[in-house]
């Protein structure tokens, strides 16, 4: 019913700039959090940025300053402008959907992936 399709990834320099994209497509949602996620060759995957419904974000402390999350609530569209990128940023990237629904005390929850965008920050 839904399905996360992200952009915008590739080869860049270190200090250059890229701008993911996510969009969903299929049923039509209000996601209460949207979000990027990354893993490295041999890492584990983890969290790099998320924002709410509201417009409230949070960021991992090594890309806090550099990297920035917003959405487009209108066209179920979420991107990640990463700045002063590193070496270190290399990675898959993937866009996450979270959306809870309750009704007479049924919590519903739902998560959503993308299949991801690849990132390499090299010379």
């Not at 039509?28 to 983890?46: L, T």
Request: hydrophobic share 30%.
């Amino acid at each position: 019913q839904v399905q996360l399709v992200e952009s915008g990834g590739g080869l860049v320099q270190p200090g250059g700039s890229l701008r993911l994209s996510c969009a969903a497509s299929g049923s039509i949602f209000n996601f209460h959090v949207m979000g990027w996620y990354r893993q490295a060759p041999g890492k584990q995957r983890e969290l790099v940025a998320t924002i709410t419904s509201g417009g409230s974000t949070n960021y991992e402390d090594s890309v806090k300053g550099r990297f920035t999350i917003s959405r487009e609530n209108a066209k179920n569209t979420v991107y990640l402008q990463m700045n002063s990128l590193k070496p270190e940023d290399t990675a898959v990237y993937y866009c996450n959907a979270k959306h809870t629904t309750v009704l007479v005390s049924i919590r519903r929850n739902y998560d959503y992936w993308g299949q991801g965008t690849q990132v390499t920050v090299s010379s």
